[in-house]
């Protein structure tokens, strides 16, 4: 016999026309939040932070995932890996702040320390004062626990399970998609960064992000010339879903200058643009100019932090002399992303309602956003079935 929770689920699931939205319990109930965190977060690809945020060898970054202590650290040689922030001997943390590692990964509690691709490297007095070695203690099994990672477009990607498909196959359809993308990003700093607080569940931002349908009451300034009828939906089941436009316009300042382009692009992208939400946590937009990505961090079960960051298609805008439009650019982002925050906010509060069933679906202006709730209830029902 199928449970209650499974039959709601089936309602989520059900063609467009016919389906409910997930219900309340899946925004506002802290035990929920805390198996969506295996359902959702840990056994697909999630997006971490920014592989800019340790750009140089030795660059150490501790961040907290959903309550796991995980680490990120530019190695010696180059590559950058995630780990457990956690000493393999009494399970200290190992690094507090973001810091620029001069010797190995010290353990404060016992000095344990490790090599920057995790491997344990010395044990003082662990046989004994002055004796820094035992036989029961195998340094070469002992290293860091690596947590299988991956970059592109300069997210990182991790899957704590270790199971999901590859990082490859996983981002195959969108990376197919956006193939005249594939070229250097470049970021200049804190005047392309943007850091928003919402009161509210993180998947009500990936759902108003997915559509037009709400621009010409929410972004009234946008839609006067990116207007309703000039976006079309995107969708790919079981990956993504969002929407382009077709009127975009590239910033101009007053001598009449603008972003350079990425290199080669069809025409397609002369007057385009295409805004994705890629499962479960990745918002990405791109421009013939510029490009940027969202990083949904959620906090609980109804605070989520927004972490923007905005890159360009060449080494020369990242120059001060292109710093005012830079910043305007910032601005005018933020402007619209914190547009967005009442809204997601308000259906947060209405989430709380007793009544409200999941609420219903427009057939034809929120399929991006149904796809999005068919998915995460599939990874429900697909984590109760293993």
Not at 44 to 55: E, R, T, Y
Not at 196 to 221: F, I, M, R, T
Not at 223 to 233: A, C, F, G, I, V
Request: charged share 25%.
């Amino acid at each position: 016999m199928r449970s209650v929770q499974q039959a709601k689920l089936d309602k989520v699931m059900r063609p467009v026309g016919g389906a409910q939205g997930l219900p309340n319990e899946y925004y506002v109930d802290r035990d929920l939040f805390g198996s969506e965190k295996s359902a959702v977060f840990f056994r697909n690809w999630a997006a971490l932070g920014f592989a800019k945020d340790v750009a140089e060898p030795g660059d150490a970054q501790p961040v907290d995932f959903l309550g796991q202590p995980l680490l990120i650290v530019h190695g010696r040689d180059g590559k950058t890996r995630v780990f457990q922030n956690t000493c393999r001997h009494r399970g200290m943390i190992l690094v507090e702040e973001k810091t620029r590692l001069r010797g190995a990964i010290r353990c404060p509690y016992h000095s344990w320390c490790y090599d920057h691709d995790g491997a344990l490297k010395t044990t003082p007095h662990v046989g004994g004062p002055g004796n820094n070695v035992h036989d029961d203690v195998d340094r070469s099994t002992l290293g860091l626990v690596e947590i299988r990672s991956h970059i592109w477009r300069d997210i990182i990607f991790v899957n704590l399970s270790g199971d999901a498909p590859a990082f490859d196959d996983y981002a195959a359809d969108i990376k197919a998609r956006w193939a005249e993308f594939e070229q250097p990003l470049y970021h200049s700093g804190s005047d392309s960064s943007i850091r928003l607080e919402l009161d509210s569940n993180w998947k009500l931002a990936v759902e108003n992000y997915c559509e037009s349908y709400h621009l010409p009451w929410v972004h009234p300034g946008l839609n006067s010339y990116s207007r309703l009828e000039d976006h079309y939906h995107i969708e790919e089941p079981g990956h993504y879903s969002g929407q382009g436009t077709l009127v975009y316009r590239p910033m101009i300042n007053e001598s009449g200058d603008r972003f350079s382009d990425f290199a080669g692009l069809g025409e397609k992208w002369d007057a385009g643009a295409e805004y994705i939400a890629l499962f479960p946590n990745v918002l990405l937009g791109v421009h013939r100019d510029h490009a940027f990505a969202i990083i949904l961090q959620p906090v609980t079960h109804e605070k989520t932090v927004e972490l923007v960051e905005i890159y360009y298609a060449s080494e020369e805008i990242i120059s001060k002399k292109w710093a005012d439009m830079r910043a305007a650019n910032t601005a005018l982002w933020k402007t619209v992303f914190e547009e967005d925050i009442f809204v997601v906010e308000g259906m947060q509060k209405g989430r709380h309602g007793a009544k409200f069933d999941g609420g219903r679906f427009s057939p034809v202006m929120d399929s991006p956003t149904h796809l999005f709730h068919h998915w995460v209830a599939s990874q429900f029902v697909d984590a109760d079935e293993h």
